[in-house]
């Protein structure tokens, strides 16, 4: 789909609304009418799919108000509410999404980013089903881990098979900040940030908390960014990563000069390296 040309199953949708709102009057209209916004909702759906994340959950918004029983519209409309930073969008929309193991996880999710891990790791317990993926299987480990029940994280260990998704459970368990890189790299920035910012400052948790912020991308978040990236380059001046995100996030924020001089340290850094 275009953001400038809308699909026309986009404007056929809008359309059923309309006469869907004002069907008082059509009574012979109505199972028709109610038919096709089925199958529009349906339609939306499967095009929301491969759409940008914007225009998709709009399109899941849609799909909803056509089809009030459209669980997979519900369902892919939380899991854009998760990533937009709305966890209390996404629990009301997962009240209308059914049952199953996409709502299993997505339920986890949203708690946690809520900070209700304990909450999250009961509700982690279908993730740990027999026919459970790994990633499901990590992302009850990391329930476990942020709602202090390390022997459960532990007893998952066994059946993380994936070399990368036993590396990941084996780095939440080692710290906080492992936690919190590990909620991060899932895409969990509140629940992430939420550690972060109880823990003492560290190069470590100041460049993560950097990386969350930029994440954000408001010119807030990008400000608050600038704080965290200028604390961690003064913890460790030779370490390249936090410079270089600083230098973008000051690009970003218009800061041309300051991003080119962050931009010439790291030149010169590197130069110094054999």
């Known amino acids: 789909m275009s953001n400038l040309q809308p699909s026309d199953t986009k404007f056929g949708a809008i359309a059923i609304v309309a006469i869907l709102a004002s069907a008082t009057g ?29 225009e998709a959950a709009t399109d899941y918004l849609l799909a909803t108000r056509l089809d009030h029983h459209n669980t997979a519209a519900y369902a892919n409309l939380a899991r854009t509410q998760i990533a937009a930073g709305q966890p209390e969008a996404a629990l009301a929309s997962l009240q209308h999404a059914g049952q199953g193991s996409v709502v299993d996880e997505l339920r986890v999710r949203t708690l946690l980013e809520l900070g209700r891990s304990t909450d999250a790791a009961i509700a982690a317990t279908p993730l740990t089903a027999p026919d459970r993926s790994q990633d499901d299987l990590l992302l009850a480990a990391l329930a476990y881990d942020a709602a202090a029940r390390p022997t459960d994280a532990a007893a998952l260990m066994p059946r993380l098979t994936s070399p ?43 460049l993560l908390l950097g990386h969350i ?50 931009t010439a340290l790291i030149t010169k850094l590197q130069s110094n390296r054999p």
Request: proline share 3%; aromatic share 6%; hydrophobic share 45%.
């Open 213 to 262: 912020c930029y994440s954000e991308h408001t010119r807030a978040a990008l400000t608050e960014a600038v704080d965290y990236l200028t604390t961690a380059n003064a913890l460790n001046p030779a370490n390249l990563e936090a410079r270089t995100l600083l230098a973008k996030v000051y690009w970003e924020l218009g800061n041309v000069t300051a991003s080119q001089a962050q």
């Open 164 to 206: 990368e998704a036993a590396e990941a459970a084996t780095r939440a368990q080692s710290s906080d900040i492992g936690l919190a890189a590990e909620l991060y790299a899932t895409g969990l920035l509140h629940s992430s940030s939420a550690i972060l910012v109880k823990t003492p400052t560290s190069y470590e948790r100041n």
């Open 26 to 54: 059509l009574a012979a209209l109505w199972p028709l009418a109610v038919a096709v916004a089925h199958r529009e909702s349906a339609a939306l759906v499967g095009e929301a799919n491969s759409a940008p994340a914007g």
